[in-house]
């Protein structure tokens, strides 16, 4: 176990503990966040002035604050030769490509085939990066999101790209298709997100128990689609552009279904609904597409040692890809032809 100590000066004095610690291993680069520091206070690796500590207390000038960080414990994961679709690659970072169906990281119960053992075995040397069992890792897509991603390196890439996300410095672009129209051709949705109150494995922006968190998401229809079910029924579905500038747990999934427009495939936040007199099945092909259609188009970042914006694009996922395709051929009203938009302009503030 490695000890570090840190005396309190003039600029640091009254801060809580937990912040202290977690602004002295980078000024919030997050190479240590507030919520780790909170863990080591609370396992009783900190002391003050060489006595018991609480994350709430306010440090005093001149304190005496010792941390006994753990060391990183060897992450017992096997890197296997799995498939990687490589974007972009230099000696500081990895931008790939994610697949649908493929967890970023080991979690109880799955120890292979995840993006961490394909990384381990591209990046042998990169075991070491970012603690246990998640080498390199910076941020997270669902295992059914696919899209691109970026993985530091070394221990320069990772506090660089940690910042990056935290003062939400980094530009992420998504695609998904979601059943209904939209209320308009673009907004933003500002509800704070949380546990949901009756359901503890999912998330919530108007049905949350407890603490909750700052959300944002903005949005843009690319195109609608009507497609007739029956002689005088159709089913809407729209295909959108979303700019998250917060990233809470499946922020985008739940700000959606709570505006009423789930993502088509979405078993946890969306529903399964019962179809009759779909035209060629294509209604039912939607209905049970066998993932959430959400895609990360596009991700945006300043480079880690040059400072260079760079913009890295994924294209769509063949099976979101096919859909759409089915969805532009079984249209010939006017309504699927609407000229895209632009997410970066004119939004209009839906949130509550």
């Not at 603490?211 to 690319?222: D, G, H, Y």
């Not at 994924?314 to 997410?343: C, H, I, K, Y």
Request: charged share 25%; aromatic share 4%.
């Amino acid at each position: 176990m490695a000890t570090e100590r840190f005396i309190v000066d003039d600029s640091s004095a009254g801060l809580r503990l937990d912040l202290f610690i977690a602004r002295c291993y980078g000024a919030a680069t997050a190479l240590m966040s507030r919520a780790g520091a909170q863990k080591l206070i609370e396992a009783g690796h900190v002391s003050v002035n060489g006595g018991g500590a609480k994350a709430s207390s306010r440090v005093k000038l001149h304190d005496r604050i010792e941390i006994r960080r753990p060391e990183v414990c060897e992450i017992g994961l096997v890197a296997e030769a799995l498939p990687l679709n490589i974007l972009y690659e230099d000696q500081d970072i990895l931008v790939i490509d994610k697949a649908a169906g493929m967890v970023v990281h080991p979690a109880a119960g799955r120890v292979s085939g995840t993006l961490v053992n394909a990384v381990l075995h591209h990046c042998p040397d990169i075991a070491g990066i970012g603690g246990e069992r998640r080498p390199g890792i910076v941020h997270r897509l669902d295992k059914d999101t696919s899209g691109v991603m970026v993985v530091a390196k070394n221990d320069l890439a990772l506090r660089s790209l940690l910042e990056q996300f935290k003062s939400r410095t980094v530009q992420k672009e998504y695609l998904a298709i979601v059943h209904g129209a939209m209320a308009g051709a673009r907004g933003e949705i500002d509800r704070a997100i949380g546990r949901h109150r009756s359901d503890r494995k999912r998330m919530s922006s108007v049905r949350v128990t407890g603490k909750s968190r700052a959300a944002t998401t903005q949005w843009a229809v690319e195109k609608n689609y009507a497609v007739p079910i029956g002689a005088r029924e159709v089913a809407r579905y729209g295909l959108v552009r979303l700019l998250p500038r917060t990233g809470r747990t499946h922020q985008i999934r739940v700000h959606l279904a709570d505006l009423g427009h789930p993502l088509v495939g979405d078993g946890v936040y969306g529903r399964r609904r019962a179809v009759v007199g779909q035209r060629d099945g294509l209604v039912a092909l939607i209905e049970n597409f066998p993932r959430h259609a959400l895609h990360a188009e596009k991700l945006s970042f300043d480079h880690v040692r040059s400072g260079a914006r760079l913009s890295f694009p994924a294209p769509l996922a063949a099976d979101m890809a096919n859909l759409l395709a089915a969805l532009d051929g079984s249209m010939t009203s006017a309504e699927s032809q609407r000229p895209r938009t632009s997410v970066h302009s004119g939004l209009t503030r839906l949130g509550v």
